[in-house]
């Protein structure tokens, strides 16, 4: 599971009670491990199951500092990938290479926003879910594959703290929580002087490999009407009439 909290100027307390509830409820969905990185008035907290790929500790950060990374994700094997983690590096390694790279060669908030949009688009193939913090740009980035697969949830709490979380937390507050949109990548700056975030308007998935894996048998549903059930009927007496000898 993951957490990302951008936090106004509110007091240690409080800081701490929100914390305490989100990393109550993503800790479910990761029993291996739990681990958080404050950076500022920002705090990413990550909750890891250990599955098939080598793993690494979450939340991860890279090794110039331009991005904390917090990942939930299944990358698909297949003869169509092409490009992807390598054998000895976690998927988690890759995507924070990625979007580490794309806040690196930006030029500005919204340009790292659409840099790491291609990127993902471009190089993932599988279900996930996940929150980045850019501090060069003072930015949060989040969201879920396209087929929205992954749980993720957001709210702005009534002290101000803006929230991102893979499940809803215990704690109760009056204002409430919405899914994430999976169409596209989601982006709030931090304001100065602790004067709140702003939201940036969305980037939309740009279209990549990621659909081209998905190559399952499609059928379009029949519209119910009074004759359908006799139509079903009469196809299974046809199929069953030409396997008889």
Not at 172 to 182: A, T
Request: hydrophobic share 35%; net charge neutral; aromatic share 8%.
């Amino acid at each position: 599971g993951i957490l990302a909290s951008l936090f106004p100027e509110v007091s240690a307390e409080q800081k701490a009670a929100v914390l305490a509830a989100c990393a109550g409820s993503i800790s479910r969905r990761g029993p291996d491990s739990l681990d958080a990185v404050q950076w500022g008035r920002v705090v990413i907290a990550s909750s890891v199951l250990r599955m098939r790929r080598r793993s690494c500790a979450q939340p991860a950060v890279d090794k110039d500092g331009c991005c904390v990374l917090a990942w939930n994700g299944e990358w698909y094997e297949g003869p169509s990938q092409q490009s992807g983690p390598r054998a000895d590096e976690s998927d988690t390694e890759f995507v924070l290479g990625l979007v580490a790279s794309a806040a690196d060669e930006a030029t500005s908030p919204e340009d790292a926003r659409s840099r790491i949009a291609r990127k993902l688009a471009m190089a993932v193939r599988g279900e996930y879910a996940f929150a980045a913090y850019l501090p060069t740009w003072e930015l949060l980035v989040y969201g879920r594959d396209p087929f929205g697969r992954r749980s993720l949830l957001t709210a702005t709490s009534r002290e101000g703290t803006f929230l991102v979380a893979s499940a809803k937390p215990t704690f109760q507050d009056p204002k409430p929580w919405r899914e994430v949109c999976p169409s596209g990548l989601h982006a709030v700056r931090l304001l100065p002087d602790g004067g709140g975030f702003a939201t940036l308007p969305d980037e939309d998935w740009p279209r990549g490999p990621l659909l081209d894996v998905v190559r399952w048998p499609l059928r379009v549903a029949e519209e119910e009407d009074d004759d359908a059930p006799e139509r079903r009927r009469r196809r299974r007496r046809r199929g069953e009439e030409s396997r008889s000898p």
